[in-house]
């Protein structure tokens, strides 16, 4: 990102941590300077001074914040490669990391020693991997004994604990309160089979513009609308079912049903669900700077609230985005179906016809090439599929927020018939990057009756840092008007 002051003062607004260390905020009144995440009051725009790094805001006479601490703030030069580690560790370890791994195994995810990821996480947060991902499943174990009746066996395991004792013991330790006594102090009458999570969003949300996205570039035996709610098969490592979400837009929270089958993967699942629905916007902001061009307001006024639609597994929409490239919307959702239908392990829900669990980059590297053509390919774009695939299922591509996107971008365009569109279509949603433009996407150059790419990109400047939302809104409103 450019530190051009006014898109940065843009995310500042937004205290989005999408762009925590890609810049740091001094104020002239304080002299303090500031991760762009800060909790502080909004300094006025003729206040702020915008560096790429804390060492130019020190250079500059500022003194870092005490209350957002900008040392911990994700570097992005070689110097800083102990907190970069450090946090990308800590939104995997909050997306569940530690459930059914141990740290180990996300060290070497990182390519350290789990001694050495001990100490970094320690030096940064003030805290072990272990005792970040013990809170994370307290918290999530209060909601449950809060929102739900499940037992409290069950509870403990999909909080993520490996036994009730071990859970009773810290939970008792930590709020001083024994679970049963916190159920009973509660007295919930909910007796579902399913559990319900309560995800919190800023207002407002255009639900039904985002979910008909999503259902509209997928198989319908993996995921549809019906009924006001959105349904989908998801699977998580070993663990299998399905969600249906629905906003309770008087309580500004999105109720996702999901099936117990998902029980023991709640903390992941749940870090999932804020991606896909992208919850974590604040679209008052980010939809105030758009609007200041004309080109975007009218868009903007028909489908405020309007989200990234991300996915709950990066492959997923890497597959999708390939079979997209070059035809159209209908016509890459009929092979995607196919592709379903094919490499989709069949699964049992309450809806009629929702039944597979969608390709996995595993299945579709391991498969013979002529069965991806088959599907409808021609051979040249299933050797890309299957590339695409092998990567995945290597861990050499990593298709998910907390990851490098630059690196990931690169990879992703080292991969023959892979191009410029198809990797920010990715980074905008499978690795939640609010900035990816795919200026060559031919419906964004006919919505401004551009014939170049240049020619887009040089007219969305003023967009930034919130181009991928622009070109949602663009996009929707051409499906809008038909």
Request: glycine share 6%; hydrophobic share 45%.
């Amino acid at each position: 990102m450019d530190i051009n002051p006014d898109r940065c003062y843009e995310a500042l607004k937004a205290r989005d941590a999408r762009f925590d260390g890609v810049f740091f905020v001094g104020v002239s009144t304080t002299k303090i300077y500031c991760r762009p995440i800060c909790a502080v009051r909004m300094p006025g725009r003729d206040r702020c001074t915008f560096y790429p790094n804390a060492a130019s805001a020190e250079a500059a006479g500022y003194r870092p914040c005490l209350r957002c601490r900008p040392e911990l703030a994700p570097g992005a030069a070689i110097v800083d490669a102990a907190r970069r580690v450090s946090d990308r560790a800590v939104s995997r370890i909050e997306a569940g990391a530690l459930s059914d791994a141990g740290i180990e195994e996300l060290a070497e995810e990182f390519g350290i020693s789990s001694r050495q990821l001990r100490r970094v996480v320690k030096q940064e947060y003030g805290v072990t991997p272990v005792e970040l991902a013990q809170t994370r499943r307290l918290l999530l174990a209060k909601q449950l004994i809060a929102d739900t009746q499940l037992r409290m066996i069950d509870v403990a395991f999909a909080s993520g604990f490996s036994s009730v004792r071990r859970f009773n013991h810290l939970f008792q330790t930590r709020y001083k309160l024994s679970p049963t006594a916190l159920r009973r102090a509660r007295q919930l009458e909910d007796k579902s089979t399913f559990i319900t999570l309560k995800l919190g969003y800023r207002p407002p949300l255009a639900w039904s513009a985002l979910t008909k996205f999503l259902a509209a570039r997928s198989s319908p035996n993996i995921e549809r609308l019906g009924n006001k709610r959105y349904l989908r098969t998801i699977r998580i490592g070993r663990h299998r079912g399905w969600i249906a979400a629905f906003p309770d837009e008087r309580q500004r929270l999105l109720c996702v049903e999901v099936s117990p089958g998902l029980l023991p993967v709640l903390m992941q699942l749940r870090a999932r669900l804020r991606h896909l629905f992208d919850l974590d916007a604040n679209p008052a902001i980010i939809e105030a700077h758009l609007s200041a061009d004309k080109n975007l307001a009218s868009l903007i006024q028909a489908a405020p609230g309007l989200r990234i639609p991300g996915t709950l597994d990066g492959f997923e929409v890497a597959l999708r985005a390939v079979l997209g490239q070059q035809i159209s919307v209908k016509a890459a959702t009929t092979i995607y179906s196919r592709f379903a239908e094919f490499f989709g392990e069949k699964i049992k829900t309450p809806f009629e016809g929702l039944d597979r669990l969608p390709p996995t980059g595993e299945g579709i590297a391991n498969a013979k090439l002529q069965s991806i053509i088959d599907r409808g390919l021609t051979q040249k774009r299933a050797t890309t599929v299957q590339a695409l695939a092998r990567a995945v299922a290597d861990k050499n591509l990593i298709l998910q927020p907390s990851i490098n996107q630059e690196e990931m971008t690169e990879k992703l365009a080292a991969i023959p018939g892979i191009g410029p569109w198809t990797t920010q279509y990715i980074a905008m949603r499978a690795m939640a990057d609010p900035d990816a433009f795919p200026h060559s996407d031919l419906a964004l150059l006919k919505a401004f009756r551009l014939k170049r790419p240049a020619e887009l990109l040089k007219a969305a400047e003023d967009w930034q840092p919130w181009r991928a939302y622009a070109a949602m809104h663009i996009w929707n409103s051409m499906v809008a008007g038909g």
